[in-house]
């Protein structure tokens, strides 16, 4: 086995060795052997210390510059006038994920009704962030701050919580997507499970407790088929890591529920689509490409059956979230001590009317008036399941959820707003 020396000074094969202990020796002798060498050595120390000086000061101001793109007394007093409160009796929520798709309107759906909103969101890339920014843009033209931030960034989610007594939190930063997480599952790990998990420790030491509605999935029902998928289905075989993420959530928020007395609701949404939707989602994707005559890709079950999805349009969900928020409980515990139990509840948010994949894009082509170029491929093996139903009746129970919008209506809303934000004048199209 070579010596630990033997490895920092290899020898070459074939090579004259050197006595190295004899030939530093003399070298060192050498180099102090005389005053003005040594006074070279010193001068040369004392620019070696004062350039690891200023290096470090660099290094300093750096992560200063990075902590004041959230911090200052203006950014405080922003954070608290946007979590002010505008009704008797109104909630102070933080929104994680509030420049997303489902985040942003249900922001909007808060403020609209006299509840501070205050927005968090790391506007990452997975899909356009000028959609983001746009989105984060319309909120803020109705006084809704959103902060740029990571859920993992611990002393960021304290100041928050320093600065506002949040009663309640609606989470719904993710990594979405089903197919991606085969592409970068890490992300996954990130947002959904280490993220979730710093949201909880905050959460848990906050003094008072926030309550937590969070977005949860109907893709925690994987291979499950029976259907109408009900709450009290079994959940414990996932068809994608996503899916494994979102289970997890559910595990890893019952704990908080039950150590540290946090009030807890998990909402499983069924393929929401809207306005301001993720462009990475089928009915978006097709839409772009049809109007850019490109061809789109079908996936098909086995035995030729076609794919189905309980489609869910994003106003009856904002209906849902806000019906969490309100019937949600509250925290029991204080600064990480439980003073008691705590709901801990889960629910299905569909629209129970599943619909084929074929349907949805005639139902598109329709309202673009432009003829689809499909092509039908057997369903890869990356995670999706055939089929979704909601079985909604525990939400209906809990805070009358009641579903109005069918897919035929929903997309024509959707696919005005596309035309209007991309621009398209509709003679283009029609
Ligand atoms: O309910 C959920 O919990 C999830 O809903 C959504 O997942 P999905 O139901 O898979 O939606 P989406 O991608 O729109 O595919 C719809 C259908 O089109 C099919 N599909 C898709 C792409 C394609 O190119 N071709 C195709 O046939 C595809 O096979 C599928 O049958 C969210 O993205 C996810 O974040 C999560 O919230």
Request: glycine share 8%.
């Amino acid at each position: 086995m070579p010596s630990l020396e033997d490895e920092l000074f290899p020898s070459t094969p074939g090579k004259f060795k050197i006595d190295r202990g004899h030939n530093i020796n003399r070298q060192f002798h050498r180099c102090f052997a005389s005053t003005s060498t040594m006074f070279i050595w010193a001068l040369f120390l004392i620019a070696l210390t004062a350039s690891y000086l200023s290096f470090q000061s660099f290094v300093d101001s750096g992560n200063r510059y990075f902590t004041a793109s959230w911090g200052g007394i203006q950014w405080e007093k922003q954070i608290r006038n946007s979590a002010k409160t505008n009704r008797p009796g109104g909630m102070s929520v933080l929104v994680t994920g509030a420049a997303g798709f489902i985040g942003s309107h249900v922001s909007l759906a808060l403020k609209k009704r006299g509840d501070g909103v205050v927005g968090l969101d790391n506007f990452n890339n997975y899909y356009d962030p000028s959609l983001k920014k746009a989105r984060q843009s319309l909120l803020h033209s109705q006084a809704i701050l959103v902060v740029e931030g990571d859920l993992n960034d611990v002393k960021l989610m304290a100041k928050l919580f320093d600065l506002v007594a949040f009663t309640h939190v609606m989470h719904l930063a993710a990594q979405a997507g089903v197919r991606y997480a085969m592409e970068n599952p890490s992300s996954y790990v990130h947002s959904n499970i280490a993220g979730l998990v710093t949201l909880l420790e905050t959460c848990k030491s906050a003094n008072p407790q926030p309550a937590i509605v969070w977005a949860s999935s109907s893709s925690v029902y994987g291979l499950n088929d029976k259907v109408p998928f009900s709450e009290l289905d079994r959940t414990d075989q996932p068809a994608s890591l996503y899916a494994a993420t979102k289970k997890a959530g559910e595990e890893i928020t019952h704990t908080y529920n039950h150590i540290y007395g946090l009030a807890i609701t998990g909402l499983r949404f069924f393929t929401v689509y809207g306005p301001w939707g993720r462009p990475d989602m089928a009915y978006f994707s097709f839409t772009r490409n049809i109007l850019q005559g490109k061809t789109i890709t079908i996936y098909r079950g086995k035995n030729k059956a076609d794919l189905a999805r309980d489609f869910t349009y994003i106003d009856d969900i904002v209906k849902g979230c806000l019906g969490s928020l309100d019937t949600s409980g509250r925290s029991t515990g204080s600064g990480g001590k439980k003073r008691g139990p705590a709901p801990y509840r889960n629910f299905n948010l569909g629209n129970t009317t599943p619909v084929k994949v074929p349907t949805l894009v005639n139902i598109l082509e329709k309202h673009l008036r432009v003829k689809a170029k499909r092509k039908i491929v057997e369903m890869p093996g990356n995670g999706d399941v055939p089929y979704t139903h909601a079985n909604i009746s525990l939400a209906r129970r809990e805070f009358g959820y009641k579903p109005t919008t069918d897919l035929q209506t929903g997309l024509k809303k959707f696919v005005r707003w596309y035309l209007s934000y991309y621009g398209y004048n509709r003679k283009d199209v029609w």
